[in-house]
C-alpha cells in the first residue's frame, strides 16, 4: 500500500510524558464526538479546530484526558467508523495541522490525548478495498478482507448465516459473484486479521500518531477483529445485543489478544505511558479483564456497568464483580454511564428498568436527570478511571423525536427497529446564546447536523456557568472534590458499609487523604442514616437532623469519614 509520505511533526508535543507512569488509574477521561462538540467553520459539522478552541472548557471541567472519535478521512457511512485513510485528517474535520495543533494545545493545558483507532473494518473506498473489487477473486488485495464464494448452487446464498449488527445479512455480493464480510454496514469491509499485511499496517498506523505525541488509544470493535477458523454458522438467525451472554464465532475469540500484545510492544517504544482502551462488548466482565492482562491493553470500557439498572443490588453486584476480576489482573476498573452509541444516561434513567442501552421514549426527564445526577456521583466515587461522553456534564438528555429524515445513523436505516436510536445522544452541544445552534457554530443561525431541542437554550455551558445547583457545577465541583480528596478514584477496592435496603453505602480509602463515604439512595424515598461525616458533595439538596443525615430520593452524596 502506498501513502503520502508522513508529515513529521514539526516539533515534539510538549508534555512530559515521563512524569506520571500510571496516569490513567485513576484517570477522568472525557469523550468528545467531533461532529457534535464545536464548529468552527459554520458548515453545521463540528471540527477538530471546533475542539481546540473549547479544551479549555475541559481544562475548566477538571478532566484528566480527552478522547476523540474517529475524524479521519472517511465517507461519513458510519460517522468516521469507516475509515478510507487511516494516517489522514478527513477535510470536514480540519488537517494534519489541526490534529497536531490540538495535541499540542491539550498538552499544554495538562490534558491528555487518546485517539480512535477503528481496526476491525475500514470503508468501502479505502484503497485496499477498491483494489480488492477491482483485482478479483484469488488476488492478494482479496485477500486483506473476507471474500469467500457464497452457498448454493450458483453461489446465490452468503457464505454463512451471520447478520449484521447493524441490521441485515453481514455478507454483500460483488460483482463477479464473491461475498465479503462486514460485521457492520456494508460500506465497512472487515479487514482479515489472519493476514501479516494487515498486521503491519496498523503497527505503523499506531506509530504514526504515537509519533505526532498522542497519549493512547481507544480501540474500536477490539474484540472482533479475529474471526472462528472456517467461520462456522450460528444457527440461529435474528439480532442480537452487543452485549449478548453466547459466544459468537466472530467475537471475543482468543486470537485477539496476540494483537494486542504485539501493540503494546509498539507502545512501549515510546517514552511515557501510552495506553490502550478496549471497545470490547463481552459476556462476562471477567472476559473483558482478559484483555486488559499485564502484557495486553490498560483499560476495557466497563459496558455491564453501563448496562445495570438503576438498582442497589445489581449495581454493588457490578461493581464487586469488576473490582474482582480487574485486581485479579492488575487493571484499574472503568466506569462509564454514556456514550455515542448508547441512550444518554439522563433518558435511560428516566424510563423503568429493563428498557436497555437504546431507547425511544423520553421517558420521565425530571426523575431522569434527577437520577443521572446520582449515578455520576456514584460513579466519580468509585475506586478507578471513569469516561464521560460529552454533553452530560450539561444533564442533556437523548432527543427521542428526531424526524427520520434527518437521522444519519446506518443502524437506524438498516435495522426494523433495533440498535438503532445512536443520532439521539449525537445531537450538537449548546455552548451559548440564545438562539440555535446556541454556540455550536461560529454565528446565529448557522445550521447544526441535527437540530438541537428549543429547551437547550437553558442547558448550554453558558447559561448552567455560575449557576448554584446547575449539573455543570455539580460535575465541576465533583471532579474538584476527586482531585482534593486522594481517596476517590484510588486503589482497587470498596468497602461496603450496612445500609437500609435500596441504599448504597461505601468507603474509599486511598494511600494519602482521608477516607470517603459514599451513600446513593436508589429508592423513591427519603432514608435517614447515621451521619457518615463532614458533607463534600450532594447530588441534590439534603437536610443533617442532629446525628443523622437525610438523603432524599435518587441522591447520592460524599462525605468526608
Ligand atoms: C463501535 C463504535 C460505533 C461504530 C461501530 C462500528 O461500536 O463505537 O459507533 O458504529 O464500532 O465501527
Redesign the pocket.
Known amino acids: 500500500m502506498t501513502h503520502p509520505a508522513p508529515t513529521a511533526p514539526t516539533a515534539p508535543a510538549p508534555f512530559a510524558h515521563e512524569d506520571a507512569a500510571d496516569w490513567y488509574r485513576g484517570a477522568v477521561i472525557y469523550q468528545v464526538y467531533p461532529r457534535s462538540f464545536a464548529d468552527s467553520d459554520g458548515d453545521g459539522i463540528g471540527d477538530l479546530a471546533g475542539i481546540r478552541a473549547r479544551l479549555p472548557h475541559l481544562r475548566d471541567l477538571g478532566v484528566d484526558a480527552v478522547w476523540i472519535s474517529p475524524f479521519y478521512a472517511s465517507p461519513q457511512a458510519?460517522?468516521g467508523?469507516d475509515v478510507s485513510d487511516y494516517r489522514k485528517v478527513d477535510p470536514v474535520f480540519g488537517d494534519a495541522a489541526d490534529a497536531e495543533g490540538l495535541v499540542r494545545d491539550a498538552h499544554e493545558l495538562g490534558l491528555r490525548v487518546i485517539f480512535d483507532i477503528?481496526p476491525?473494518?475500514c470503508s468501502e473506498e479505502h484503497e485496499w478495498f477498491q483494489r480488492a473489487l477491482a483485482e478479483g477473486p484469488g488476488s492478494a488485495s482479496r485477500a486483506l478482507f473476507h471474500f469467500h464464494e457464497g452457498r448454493g448452487e450458483a453461489g446465490e446464498l452468503p457464505p454463512n448465516d451471520w447478520e449484521s449488527i447493524f441490521g441485515g445479512p453481514a455478507w454483500t455480493r460483488v460483482e463477479g459473484g464473491e461475498w465479503y464480510l462486514h460485521l457492520?454496514a456494508p460500506q465497512?469491509p472487515d479487514l482479515n486479521w489472519d493476514n501479516p499485511v494487515v498486521r503491519e499496517e496498523f503497527r505503523s498506523v499506531l506509530r504514526f500518531w504515537l509519533d505526532l505525541g498522542v497519549d493512547g488509544f481507544r480501540v474500536?470493535?477490539a474484540h472482533g477483529l479475529v474471526k472462528a477458523p472456517g467461520l462456522p454458522d450460528i444457527g440461529r438467525t435474528g439480532q442480537f445485543g452487543l452485549l449478548g451472554n453466547a459466544p459468537m464465532p466472530f467475537f471475543d475469540q482468543d486470537g485477539v489478544h496476540e494483537i494486542y500484545r504485539d501493540w503494546r510492544r509498539v507502545l512501549e517504544e515510546y517514552p511515557g505511558e501510552r495506553v490502550l482502551v478496549a471497545?470490547a462488548w463481552t459476556p462476562t466482565i471477567e472476559r473483558s479483564a482478559c484483555y486488559v492482562r499485564p502484557d495486553e491493553m490498560h483499560q476495557a470500557f466497563n459496558f455491564t456497568y453501563l448496562a445495570t439498572d438503576w438498582d442497589a443490588c445489581a449495581l454493588r453486584e457490578v461493581v464487586d464483580t469488576t473490582l474482582e476480576a480487574m485486581r485479579r489482573v492488575g487493571a484499574p476498573a472503568t466506569w462509564v454511564l454514556s456514550?455515542?452509541?448508547v441512550t444518554r444516561h439522563t433518558t435511560r434513567l428516566g424510563n423503568p428498568p429493563g428498557s436497555g442501552t437504546q431507547m425511544v421514549t423520553p421517558g420521565d426527564p425530571v426523575l431522569g436527570l434527577r437520577r443521572a445526577r446520582a449515578a455520576t456521583l456514584l460513579m466519580l466515587g468509585l475506586p478507578g478511571s471513569a469516561y464521560l461522553y460529552q454533553g452530560e456534564e450539561l444533564g442533556l438528555p437523548d432527543v427521542t423525536d428526531l424526524p427520520d429524515e434527518v437521522r444519519a445513523d446506518p443502524s437506524f436505516h438498516r435495522a426494523a427497529g433495533q440498535e438503532g436510536f445512536?443520532d439521539g445522544c449525537r445531537v450538537p452541544i449548546p455552548w451559548s446564546g440564545t438562539s440555535q445552534p446556541y454556540g455550536f457554530g461560529p454565528r446565529e443561525g448557522d445550521p447544526s447536523w441535527l437540530p438541537q431541542p428549543d429547551a437547550w437554550r437553558e442547558l448550554s455551558v453558558e447559561a448552567q456557568t455560575g449557576v448554584a445547583g446547575s449539573t455543570l457545577e455539580l460535575y465541576r465541583s465533583a471532579l474538584d472534590v476527586r482531585r482534593e480528596q486522594p481517596s476517590l478514584g484510588a486503589g482497587d477496592e470498596v468497602e461496603w458499609l450496612d445500609a437500609p435496603d435500596g441504599v448504597l453505602a461505601l468507603v474509599r480509602r486511598g494511600e494519602d487523604g482521608a477516607p470517603v463515604v459514599v451513600t446513593t439512595n436508589l429508592t423513591s424515598e427519603e432514608v435517614r442514616l447515621p451521619l457518615p461525616g463532614g458533607l463534600l458533595l450532594a447530588s441534590a439538596e439534603l437536610a443533617v437532623d442532629g446525628d443523622e443525615a437525610v438523603l432524599p430520593a435518587d441522591t447520592t452524596a460524599w462525605w468526608l469519614g
Open positions: 458510519d460517522a467508523y477503528v476491525n473494518h457492520f465497512q474500536d470493535v471497545e456514550n455515542h452509541d445512536r
